[in-house]
């Protein structure tokens, strides 16, 4: 079965602060990917990063980093220095070539507090 | 680049009647993808099209909900007739891949608010 589980419903930090958003999935498939995308109140998703199960390196963009493990199966997002701006409902998402979908977690509100 | 496109951004209609969204892809995009998000839900695939034939609608409730997909370009999605369960924001997207290569990052529209009262 595929799916994905945040477990994080909402969060709220203060500006500056860092976040960690989590991410757990779930697959038998070896080859997949996984995906965050943010959604600001406007609805559009945006998306953030893709990240395929063979490429462990964790990635930074900005104030923007993910961190994969395999052996836990996770795949968590931190903002650091977080903005107001950063206000959005995050999905986490996964994809995979046997269920040829993108599955997506039930999202983490975050809001950011000047 | 123009974004993926969709009409109208919100829809009040009463049970049992009907309701049409469309979607404009982004040019040049051969999957087309419509999705539906209840309040406090992630998205949940109702369709995928690639070019104009439907490559999953296992998801979609075909005996009030259909879908098309003319000349591999715009889509539209129908409701008829509307259940109060239908209420939710249906979101297009779309990507350049096709078959496995569907994992490349899918563009979403803004999104339809469809309220049934």
């Known amino acids: 079965a595929q799916k994905v589980t945040q477990a994080q419903t909402e969060i709220s930090v203060v500006e500056k602060e860092d976040v960690t958003l989590d991410c757990v999935y779930e697959t038998r498939d070896t080859t997949y990917y996984l995906f965050w995308y943010k959604q600001p109140p406007s609805g559009e998703l945006v998306f953030l990063i893709r990240?395929?199960?063979?490429?462990?390196q964790n990635e930074i963009s900005g104030r923007y980093s993910w961190n994969f493990q395999k052996s836990t199966s996770s795949f968590n997002f931190t903002i650091t220095a977080s903005q107001v701006v950063d206000s959005a409902v995050y999905f986490c998402a996964l994809f995979s070539g046997g269920y040829n979908k993108l599955i997506f977690g039930a999202g983490t509100r975050l809001a950011v507090h000047p | 680049e123009a974004g993926v496109a969709q009409s109208p951004r919100y829809k009040i209609i009463e049970k049992r009647q009907s309701v049409a969204f469309w979607c404009n892809p982004i040019s040049g995009h051969a999957t087309l993808y419509w999705y539906q998000q209840i309040l406090g839900q992630g998205p949940k695939l109702l369709i995928q099209?690639?070019?104009?034939?439907?490559?999953?609608d296992s998801q979609l409730p075909k005996d009030r909900f259909s879908a098309e997909r003319l000349k591999g370009v715009d889509s539209t999605l129908k409701i008829q007739p509307a259940k109060l369960e239908d209420s939710a924001v249906y979101l297009c997207?779309?990507?350049?891949?096709?078959?496995?290569?569907?994992?490349?990052?899918?563009?979403f529209g803004d999104g339809t608010r469809l309220s049934i009262l």
């Open positions: 099209f690639q070019n104009n034939g439907v490559v999953d």
């Open positions: 997207a779309s990507s350049p891949g096709t078959g496995f290569y569907s994992n490349q990052p899918q563009h």
């Open positions: 990240r395929n199960s063979f490429d462990e």
